[in-house]
């Protein structure tokens, strides 16, 4: 059984940061490329960015909206994938979710979801 | 940017069909895919590659892709199924791109 379980959000400042946690299970980590979505409250789904497995070089991709502030990274030893939020605005109030696509040429899709973890971001 | 537009929402009858659309700039030469999200669940992927439904959706669920417009058709629609229903489609200005949502409800 797939299993995505995300750790890490909260509450912060404007301006502040945070690190998201997904555990991954059930799936060859190491070969996914994994993606995070969020979605702010009441409003739909919103794509952040992508990591590709290393063996097809490990690279990101992000939306406008958190490219520079956003880092996505994974450890493959730990079965992991981060999501690094700096300088927080907020409108960056959503609820987090980690994804595991398929992605081939001209198409993706996200085959997988954990459950969330919300991120407020409030003085 | 690339942009996917869908109704907010739809209404039909328990054991009707329901059709949601998608409408995007040649959405017919891409891939499109649907999520179902019910309240407080996370969304689930219910067609891929315009019409394959994953393992363990039911058959009424079914997706179609031409010209401009992918739909989700939902035959036989249960009381189960009333869900947020979002499109997802790839393109070059932005990998993954969804639609709006529409809610469905079963009245």
């Known amino acids: 059984e797939v299993q995505l379980v995300e750790s890490g959000g909260g509450l912060v400042k404007p301006g502040g940061s945070l690190r998201l946690s997904c555990a991954a299970s059930g799936i060859t980590f190491s070969n996914a490329w994994m993606s995070w979505v969020r979605q702010a409250p009441g409003k739909g789904l919103e794509w952040v960015g992508r990591i590709k497995s290393k063996t097809d070089g490990g690279t990101t991709d992000y939306a406008a909206p958190v490219k520079g502030r956003f880092i996505i990274s994974r450890d493959d030893s730990k079965n992991t994938l981060y999501l690094q939020m700096n300088s927080l605005k907020t409108e960056d109030t959503a609820v987090y979710y980690c994804?595991?696509?398929?992605?081939?040429?001209?198409?993706?899709?996200?085959?997988?979801w954990g459950q969330g973890t919300l991120v407020t971001v409030s003085s | 940017s690339y942009e996917l537009t869908q109704p907010p929402s739809v209404s039909v009858s328990p054991g009707q069909t329901a059709s949601i659309t998608c409408s995007g700039d040649k959405l017919g030469d891409k891939y499109a895919c649907w999520y179902q999200q019910k309240p407080g669940q996370s969304p689930v992927l219910v067609i891929y590659?315009?019409?394959k439904r994953p393992s363990g959706i039911p058959e009424r669920f079914s997706g179609s892709n031409s010209g401009n417009t992918a739909t989700l058709t939902i035959s036989g629609t249960q009381a189960m199924d009333e869900a947020d229903y979002y499109c997802q489609a790839w393109d070059s200005s932005s990998p993954v791109v969804f639609g709006g949502g529409t809610k469905l409800t079963v009245l």
């Open positions: 994804t595991k696509g398929y992605w081939a040429v001209a198409q993706v899709y996200l085959d997988y």
């Open positions: 590659q315009d019409n």
